[in-house]
């Protein structure tokens, strides 16, 4: 069990251009969160999926982002024409509906829109 | 929709103190509960979690809590502090077993020596 792999740890980008981030859950996990944190705030929830399944997509969240879990393994979660307000820390956590339903994270990839 | 309360932005105890932090939910059911605690550019750890069964749960580095139902309540003890548990401390809730884990917005905690 490596836990929850995110890359990269950190990306610098300039205004309008898209990111994409990448997030490896633990193996035996079905569940996969996308979380946003900004300084002092708590975890910001974003989407998540249940394998391949997207569930939710928070109402609060911009067109400009998509997320993919094709496999219903690794996910990806993309940013377009990225701006200012975008610059966070995006976690990723997994879980698994049949174990303790827990959340693990990430360690997360911290976005600087400059 | 759920959501989670934590009142208290900055909380500083001395160490060898006891502590207390508060948490309430809003939901009708019986919802999934959790603490997590997020140290200085480290990730997000789990403390202990509520499901169902004893309302007193024990969880790692000798944290407990309670849920209480009818005060909608899941406040996170430890009887004494030290100088180590300085950090950001989350609650957090999931409606079901089905739904998605909502935070709330943190309890910085601060440690005098």
């Known amino acids: 069990d490596t836990g929850v792999s995110q890359d990269p740890r950190h990306k610098i980008t300039k205004r309008g251009q898209n990111v994409t981030f990448r997030c490896d859950p633990i193996?035996?996990?079905?569940?996969l969160y996308w979380y946003r944190q900004t300084l002092g705030q708590g975890p910001e929830f974003l989407t998540y999926?249940?394998?391949?399944?997207?569930?939710?997509k928070s109402r609060l969240l911009s067109d400009r982002f998509s997320a993919e879990r094709p496999k219903g393994s690794f996910s990806t979660l993309e940013i377009q024409r990225t701006e200012q307000g975008d610059s966070a820390m995006y976690l990723c956590?997994?879980?698994?509906?049949?174990?303790?339903?827990?959340?693990?994270f990430g360690q997360g990839t911290r976005l600087t829109v400059v | 929709a759920q959501s989670v309360t934590q009142p208290d932005i900055h909380i500083t105890v001395s160490e060898g103190a006891s502590l207390e932090l508060r948490c309430n939910y809003s939901?009708?059911?019986?919802?999934?509960l959790f603490w997590y605690v997020q140290s200085p550019g480290q990730g997000l750890q789990l403390l202990l979690k509520?499901?169902?069964?004893?309302?007193l749960v024990q969880g790692i580095k000798g944290f407990e809590a309670e849920f209480k139902r009818s005060q909608s309540s899941f406040n996170l003890r430890k009887p004494s502090v030290h100088w180590s548990d300085a950090a950001e401390y989350f609650c957090?809730?999931?409606?079901?077993?089905?739904?998605?884990?909502?935070f709330g917005k943190g309890t910085r905690l601060h440690i005098l020596p």
């Open positions: 956590a997994s879980s698994s509906r049949t174990g303790g339903t827990e959340a693990f």
């Open positions: 193996s035996e996990h079905n569940r």
């Open positions: 999926f249940q394998n391949e399944a997207q569930l939710e």
């Open positions: 939901y009708g059911a019986t919802p999934y």
């Open positions: 509520y499901f169902s069964g004893d309302t």
């Open positions: 957090a809730v999931g409606a079901n077993r089905d739904d998605k884990i909502i």
